[in-house]
């Protein structure tokens, strides 16, 4: 503050800074630097322009013609429109805004208030600061209130959708929140499976489910507004129904129905945030749809009456029903629970279109537990992979998506250890992701070994975990061994554990049988070892064997 001052003008600089500084909202501040200015001076035109995105622009404009609050400050203009005064608001040489004003009355600004006026600013300076930081504040607040508010109703729908048994209350949970999250008051869920009638739910609409939609859904993205749609049945049965946005429904990439809103209120567009927030409710939902769809099929086929045989039942269905045939790949597994339900889980999955020269995952899961909670929590992990595969675009971010939805939907006490190794079976190309789970084994045609360890920790055992992916290829006569722990931890009547060397003399002395021999030499060995001791954990072994 300039000492120069008089103290009737400091008195009257201290009333403008409790003034200037009463306020956290720019617009207010700067109308009162205005008019303090314009009032004090007895000036009847004035002028705020203050720096925005690099550039000044006119904030306030009183009585000036041809300034517009809005528009980018020039000071020719400004002073062509008859601004004769025009003071730096802050730095000189890197100011915050400028002060522009008319001719004052008295026809000239003598030097003391010329210093009064500088003080002034350099007090509005400070002020303009603090209110730019108060509203970078209130939006960041906003922003994290909002995506606060997105991950309520996320976890909100999974807890629902986990309680929900049946496909028709899993699409009226859905189209609930979605509505509700945007306060639409259209809506409609779509959904079907071979086998069972088609599922509908919906509000303010008459939508019957059409097979004939398959297609361009299968071609749709996520979330796309339905004028992106191409041209067809689709298309017009939903702009017929006043629908904005759609949602495909898919399973390992395979369409099951769709999910579509209608317009919000006020005519508000939906954002692209708003595009990966139903995206993502909905992908919950897909597993949700799965599970409520095996469960009826199960219930229907077996009819069981308790809850352990319904647990094996489940549990039996999950594994495939014949292993792909690939091109000069051999490919065999077994799966040997140590009760009548286990925790042990493998798969086979097509990545891109189906055939022995596309490309494949393979997974082999372990988890934690035995018995029909591990059972379950497996059917889980099937029906996951199988909705989000296709999804993601690596291994890694694959594991992570699965571990972040264990770790939301289960016990903090379960886990699941896995291995998931994709090959492309027309150059032997592979891929791994090892979260936990007991080291794979490559066994090279001339006898050398290689082992996949852990890149990763157990899936769903912390949140926010992240998964390394690692390359290899395997050549003509190699062949590589996923397993479970229960192979190499089978003991014996002396409480000797098979381990993992007698499993490698295995391999290597019987590398020449065909895969599904080479299944059962292992599993005889593991039996001939343990004798009479009871199987203590569930037995998993998948190889595959390029010819």
């Not at 290829?473 to 409480?495: C, F, H, M, P, R």
Request: hydrophobic share 45%; net charge negative; glycine share 10%.
């Amino acid at each position: 503050m300039d000492l120069r001052l008089s103290a009737s003008r400091l008195e009257a600089l201290l009333e403008s800074a409790q003034l200037l500084h009463s306020s956290l909202e720019l617009e207010d501040l700067l109308r009162h630097l205005l008019r303090s200015v314009m009032g004090r001076l007895l000036v009847s035109r004035g002028f705020v322009a203050v720096e925005e995105d690099g550039a000044f622009r006119y904030a306030l404009v009183r009585g000036f013609r041809g300034l517009t609050s809005g528009e980018p400050y020039d000071e020719a203009a400004a002073r062509a429109a008859g601004a004769v005064t025009l003071l730096p608001i802050g730095e000189a040489d890197a100011p915050l805004g400028v002060l522009g004003l008319a001719a004052p009355a008295t026809g000239q600004i003598d030097p003391e208030e010329r210093d009064f006026l500088s003080a002034l600013t350099g007090l509005a300076a400070s002020g303009i600061t603090n209110a730019r930081a108060h509203d970078q504040v209130q939006r960041l607040n906003r922003r994290l209130d909002h995506k606060v508010h997105e991950l309520n109703t996320l976890l909100e729908l999974v807890r629902a959708l986990t309680e929900a048994d049946e496909p028709e209350d899993v699409a009226r949970l859905l189209g609930l929140t979605l509505a509700g999250q945007w306060a639409v008051g259209r809506f409609a869920v779509a959904a079907a499976k071979a086998g069972h009638p088609p599922v509908v739910r919906q509000k303010g609409a008459a939508l019957s489910w059409d097979a004939a939609w398959v297609p361009a859904l299968h071609a749709a993205p996520e979330a796309l507004v339905v004028t992106d749609l191409p041209d067809g049945t689709l298309r017009s049965t939903l702009q017929q129904q006043r629908f904005e946005v759609v949602f495909p429904l898919r399973s390992g990439g395979e369409p099951l129905g769709l999910v579509a809103l209608g317009g919000r209120p006020g005519g508000r567009p939906y954002t692209e945030a708003d595009l990966a927030l139903g995206a993502g409710l909905v992908a919950q939902s897909v597993v949700a749809f799965e599970n409520a769809w095996h469960l009826r099929d199960i219930l229907e086929k077996k009819q069981i009456e308790r809850e352990l045989a319904l647990a094996a039942s489940i549990q039996q269905n999950l594994f495939p029903a014949e292993l792909p045939t690939l091109s000069g790949c051999e490919v065999a597994a077994v799966n040997r629970p140590a009760r009548q339900v286990g925790g042990d889980y493998y798969d086979a999955l097509t990545i891109d279109a189906p055939g022995p020269d596309g490309r494949w995952l393979f997974c082999v899961a372990d988890v934690s537990g035995k018995g029909i909670g591990a059972s379950l929590l497996m059917s889980n992990i099937q029906a996951t992979l199988r909705a989000l595969l296709g999804r993601e675009a690596s291994l890694a971010e694959l594991a992570r998506c699965i571990s972040e939805l264990l770790f939301t939907n289960t016990p903090g006490n379960k886990y699941v250890t896995a291995v998931l190794l994709s090959i492309d079976a027309s150059t032997g190309a592979c891929r791994y992701v090892n979260g936990g789970h007991t080291e794979g084994l490559v066994l090279r045609a001339g006898g050398d070994l290689e082992r996949l360890p852990a890149t990763g920790i157990a899936l769903g055992m912390f949140p926010g975990v992240t998964y390394e992916e690692r390359h290899f290829a395997l050549g003509s006569g190699d062949l590589i061994a996923l397993y479970s722990d229960g192979v190499t931890e089978a003991v014996n009547a002396a409480d000797e554990e098979f381990g993992v060397e007698r499993l490698v003399n295995i391999l290597r002395a019987s590398a020449a049988e065909p895969a599904p021999r080479l299944v059962e030499t292992i599993l005889c060995a593991v039996d001939a070892f343990a004798g009479p001791a009871p199987q203590h954990d569930d037995i998993t072994l998948l190889l595959l064997k390029r010819r």
